[in-house]
């Protein structure tokens, strides 16, 4: 079979699915898509699409040191796809499944169509504690334990890697933002590791800090929104934790860490019930959860709304955090509530 594995927001090796299944079916053609549609996308900052390259390139180098290599497009899906068919006639498509925003969700049922236009087989694999079509709620919190106690899948050991086929591109020149974190698998592993053994022993206390948390957070979460690093990835590696310091004589230090854990485990928890929110409900950015507030405002004032993006409302906490998230791509979750707070209920 020759399998065309496409990389969406799931850019690693290990604990992938989709190419533990394509390295046992055949031929992979390993590929990703700058698709014109995260341009679109308002929410898509240069500090993103820096933070994406860079893993894309990190990427790009580990299958190279295992004999393959990344094809790279930016047509629309599924267009694209049909556009690499002439070029390499694959059998199957390979995918992650991906809970975002609305137009991403659509692209993928376009892809399921036309795969199923030209029967060509599309086997999408879940991603992470997200659970497609659940029919309630209920029970939701079981099937998560579950998918976390499998073991995270390792690297595969052989290959049947794909001659690359002609029209790929090169990676784009990234924005200048210079204080985003290192991209990439082996940063995302490094970053929890240091987290797990010296950062996050205070965790709990100091996560809340708007300075004291950019070193005490886990600072994981811009490799989960990309993928190189699975949330099973890092259950594994904080119960692991946590099982070695059960093994430990009893101390304040030790009982410090072990609530920092349990704290920290509670929410890779709430990082998959969110979304799953956004699963159950995909209008979830567009219509109010409380029909009662349909059209109680007004049109969005521009003015007020640029002054809290750069950080020029005059309050001086809220300036502080606006201008922060500009310039790291990242702020701890209590300030980025509290810049939604005020977002909605001060400027209306």
């Not at 694209?80 to 925003?101: C, V």
């Not at 390792?154 to 210079?178: K, L, M, N």
């Not at 990439?184 to 592993?189: K, L």
């Not at 929890?192 to 800090?209: N, P």
């Amino acid at each position: 079979m020759k399998v065309l594995l496409w990389f969406k927001r799931d850019l690693r090796l290990a604990d992938h699915a989709p190419l533990t299944q394509a390295a046992n079916a055949g031929e992979i053609l390993p590929v990703f898509f700058l698709e014109p549609l995260l341009h679109e996308d308002p929410a898509f900052s240069p500090a993103k699409e820096q933070f994406l390259l860079r893993s894309l390139a990190s990427l790009q180098n580990s299958l190279r040191l295992l004999g393959g290599d990344l094809w790279i497009g930016s047509a629309p899906l599924p267009h694209g796809f049909a556009l690499l068919h002439k070029l390499w006639p694959f059998d199957a498509i390979f995918a992650h499944e991906q809970t975002t925003l609305l137009p991403e969700f659509q692209r993928d049922q376009a892809v399921a169509a036309w795969c199923q236009e030209h029967n060509i087989l599309f086997q999408e694999f879940p991603h992470n504690g997200v659970v497609r079509r659940l029919p309630s709620r209920n029970g939701w919190s079981r099937l998560w334990d579950q998918r976390m106690a499998i073991d995270p899948l390792p690297v595969p050991g052989r290959f049947h890697w794909a001659p690359i086929p002609p029209g790929s591109q090169p990676i784009p020149d990234e924005s200048h933002c210079p204080n985003l974190p290192q991209a990439g698998e082996a940063a995302a592993h490094e970053t929890l590791h240091t987290f797990l053994t010296s950062r996050g022993h205070d965790y709990t206390r100091l996560m809340s800090k708007p300075a004291l948390a950019r070193t005490a957070c886990s600072r994981v979460s811009e490799y989960l929104a990309f993928g190189t690093l699975s949330i099973r990835q890092c259950y594994h590696a904080t119960q692991s934790r946590r099982d070695a310091l059960l093994g430990q004589t009893p101390s304040p230090e030790r009982t410090l860490w072990l609530r920092s854990l349990k704290s920290f485990e509670s929410r890779l928890h709430w990082h998959c019930h969110f979304i799953q929110k956004l699963e159950d409900a995909p209008d979830l950015d567009r219509v109010e959860l409380n029909p009662a507030y349909a059209d109680l405002r007004s049109a969005l004032d521009r003015s007020l709304h640029r002054a809290w993006e750069t950080g020029t409302t005059g309050y001086p906490m809220i300036d502080a955090c606006a201008r922060s998230l500009a310039s790291t791509g990242w702020l701890n979750f209590r300030m980025r509530a509290m810049l939604i707070s005020f977002y909605c209920y001060d400027l209306w």
